[in-house]
């Protein structure tokens, strides 16, 4: 007999960040297993809603990443791929989560996700939307570049000039025009309110930058060879950060993955796609639990 889905807050003081940790209870009375998940670049726990709502047997671990959403950021370590990894790798320690967890990361958190699978044992490892090529040698190199500028000088600019050109609506909005491939209206405008109620969402400026730093130099092909894990990789054939090709790049480059290219969407499965993103983990996490 299920119960209704609970989500219990933690806070957890690591690196010198007060973390917080979104725990999505299974509706069952005996959980199918745990995952833990993170989240991309300029989101937080919310953006792994959709999914989460549709694995309801599972218990899903979210925490928002030092710096963004409800977490403020470290201090005793770089906002970097490196930094988080280890400051994911003492929360769960803290939650006493062990090798039977799975681990997920979308987008940015396939990047921290696949560096946290080369530092400790998982079940599995499910990957969102990675990263496998490095933005600044992709069609996206110059407005990665250009980003970049952005996010840096505003973090050099007085607080009141740099903050609110972080948070423009004309920013984010244009983000999520460029990026949604979906043509369903309603799909569109949730996409768009849930960039502009938590794209906002980070604590320091200058954290921000180096995230973002991190985010467009680094993929998972420079952890992958480590992995021996099986691997579930789910991609976007739209994708303007992981064309079909360097996806079976990535892929090849693992001990042992397999990799689902979804039709009509982009970098934003886990809003337009959430219901076929979440089959596929259900079936593979299932296949691998055999």
């Given at each position: 007999m299920s119960s209704p889905r609970e989500l219990v807050v933690s806070t957890h003081h690591l690196a010198g960040s007060k973390l917080k940790v979104f725990n999505y209870l299974s509706t069952l009375s005996q959980p199918a297993g745990v995952i833990f998940a993170v989240h991309g670049?300029?989101?937080?726990?919310?953006?792994?809603?959709?999914?989460?709502?549709?694995?309801?047997?599972?218990?899903?671990?979210?925490?928002?990443?030092?710096?963004?959403?409800?977490?403020?950021?470290?201090t005793e370590l770089a906002h970097d791929v490196q930094g988080y990894a280890e400051v994911l790798l003492l929360l769960l320690e803290d939650l006493e989560?062990?090798?039977?967890?799975?681990?997920?990361?979308?987008?940015?958190?396939?990047?921290?996700?696949?560096?946290?699978?080369?530092?400790?044992?998982?079940?599995?490892?499910?990957?969102?939307?990675?990263?496998?090529?490095?933005?600044?040698?992709?069609?996206?190199?110059?407005?990665a570049k250009l980003t970049s500028f952005y996010y840096s000088t505003c973090a050099k600019l007085p607080a009141?000039?740099?903050?609110?050109?972080?948070?423009?609506?004309?920013?984010?909005?244009?983000?999520?025009?460029?990026?949604?491939?979906?043509?369903d209206p309603q799909m569109r405008r949730y996409v768009r309110e849930q960039h502009r109620a938590y794209f906002g969402g980070f604590h320091s400026r200058a954290t921000l930058a180096q995230s973002y730093d991190a985010s467009i130099n680094h993929t998972v092909g420079e952890y992958s060879p480590e992995i021996a894990v099986s691997t579930l990789m789910i991609g976007g054939m739209r994708d303007e950060l992981g064309s079909p090709a360097t996806q079976e790049a990535l892929r090849a480059s693992f001990a042992e993955a397999q990799l689902i290219m979804l039709e009509n969407v982009g970098h934003l499965i886990h809003y337009e796609k959430a219901p076929e993103v979440a089959a596929a983990v259900r079936e593979f996490l299932v296949l691998q639990s055999k």
């Open positions: 670049f300029r989101g937080d726990h919310h953006g792994l809603e959709r999914i989460i709502s549709n694995l309801p047997e599972y218990t899903v671990v979210v925490p928002d990443l030092p710096g963004f959403g409800a977490s403020s950021s470290m989560l062990g090798a039977g967890t799975h681990l997920l990361g979308h987008s940015f958190g396939s990047i921290v996700a696949a560096k946290l699978a080369t530092l400790r044992e998982f079940s599995t490892l499910t990957l969102l939307n990675p990263i496998s090529e490095p933005a600044l040698e992709s069609s996206q190199a110059f407005l009141g000039i740099g903050e609110p050109a972080l948070r423009s609506k004309l920013f984010t909005d244009s983000m999520s025009l460029v990026m949604t491939k979906s043509r």
